[in-house]
């Protein structure tokens, strides 16, 4: 049986990296909810690093295994993609066009899908859960960037106008400030960081996604203290380091795995490599995303309840690539175009952090 023939996919979803496929066909090993994800072209080098052994030995031991979907590494051909890239073509949106699948690929990673036999799946991508502190940061900059999120700004840059949603009320674990932004979120017209996967219920997603955040209570804090104690200088403080230390982009799991270590164990923090590839790592943590699901009830699994019915769920986080230290002089460029836009047009708003981490610059 032929798994990896472009009749046994269809087009599910896609972000800036990957395309999604969910497989379609007969074969009892794949039927029970799969989803193939196939790396998109970035104009660069082939990847090289293991995406596998990065989202098992690096960000499991950071964030926790349970909350990771398992993946494995499968060989594809360039007849397979290029079929499949010709297939899914009239099914992708308009503004993902200009970056296709990349044909030199040489594997896929295959994935469980949380929509399959769930009564409802939605995806939230958090962004940044804290606003920065570090001492490196210019005072006319510290100013601006302690009072108004990262995620605010940038939305105003693109979009000349501030969003009702902040990611710190989702991530303040506040009944009432998470239930704010879940509605605001839903209500922008430029939202695409909450998605509908799923839905055959007649359940709120806002809601839905209340009660799992809210019952899990350990995620959001745990994300947002690695995005905190990874980043603790701030872009501004980084980029100087990465002008006087160049670092190449690290492949070998190895590398990040000695950064992981010394990480937890509090290790060489005046170390620049260490600094700069802690800083790389925070970038991943602050561009996942989460995926929850409701199922019918389960007595052995965690529940959640919802207009007085109890729903099984699942909550899981997606998206924990291995970013490229190379892109350290990109991220430094649109940090400043945002902290300027932002003064440039004398932008006011208070978001508000009110969970602290105890980090020193």
């Not at 990896?4 to 039927?31: C, M, T």
């Not at 997603?205 to 995005?227: F, K, N, T, V, W």
């Not at 699942?314 to 400043?336: C, E, H, N, R």
Request: net charge neutral; aromatic share 8%.
């Amino acid at each position: 049986m032929d798994r990896f023939h472009v009749s046994q996919w269809n087009y599910r979803a896609e972000g800036n990296a990957n395309i999604v496929l969910a497989y379609q066909g007969n074969d009892p090993l794949y039927k029970l909810g799969t989803l193939l994800r196939l790396k998109k072209d970035d104009g660069g080098e082939i990847a090289s690093h293991d995406p596998v052994a990065f989202q098992k030995d690096i960000i499991g031991p950071l964030l926790g295994p349970d909350y990771l979907i398992p993946l494995r590494r499968v060989a594809v051909t360039p007849a397979f993609l290029q079929d499949m890239a010709h297939a899914i073509a009239p099914h992708r949106p308009h503004h993902r066009h200009h970056r296709g699948i990349d044909h030199r690929a040489r594997f896929g990673l295959l994935t469980q899908d949380l929509t399959y036999r769930s009564i409802l799946t939605c995806e939230l991508k958090p962004k940044w859960g804290f606003k920065p502190t570090s001492k490196q940061i210019v005072p006319e900059h510290a100013r601006i960037k302690s009072t108004i999120c990262r995620f605010c700004m940038h939305h105003f840059l693109k979009h000349k106008t501030l969003s009702d949603y902040c990611p710190l009320d989702i991530y303040s674990l506040d009944r009432c400030r998470m239930t704010r932004a879940l509605r605001a979120i839903q209500q922008d017209d430029h939202n695409d960081k909450f998605k509908v996967l799923h839905n055959q219920s007649s359940v709120s997603p806002a809601q839905a996604a209340l009660e799992i955040l809210s019952h899990d209570a350990c995620l959001l804090p745990r994300l947002a203290e690695l995005q905190t104690r990874l980043d603790t200088l701030d872009v501004e403080g980084i980029w100087p380091l990465y002008k006087r230390c160049p670092v190449d982009d690290i492949h070998d799991t190895q590398t990040w795995q000695s950064v992981v270590e010394r990480f937890l164990t509090a290790e060489v923090r005046d170390d620049p490599v260490q600094r700069i590839l802690e800083y790389v790592l925070s970038m991943t943590f602050k561009d996942c995303s989460i995926l929850m699901s409701l199922y019918a009830y389960d007595p052995d699994l965690p529940f959640v309840e919802l207009d007085g019915t109890r729903y099984a769920y699942a909550i899981k986080v997606i998206d924990t690539d291995m970013k490229k230290v190379s892109k350290i002089p990109l991220w430094y460029g649109l940090d400043q175009r945002i902290v300027q836009n932002a003064l440039q047009y004398a932008l006011r708003r208070e978001c508000d952090a009110e969970k602290k981490y105890n980090v020193v610059a």
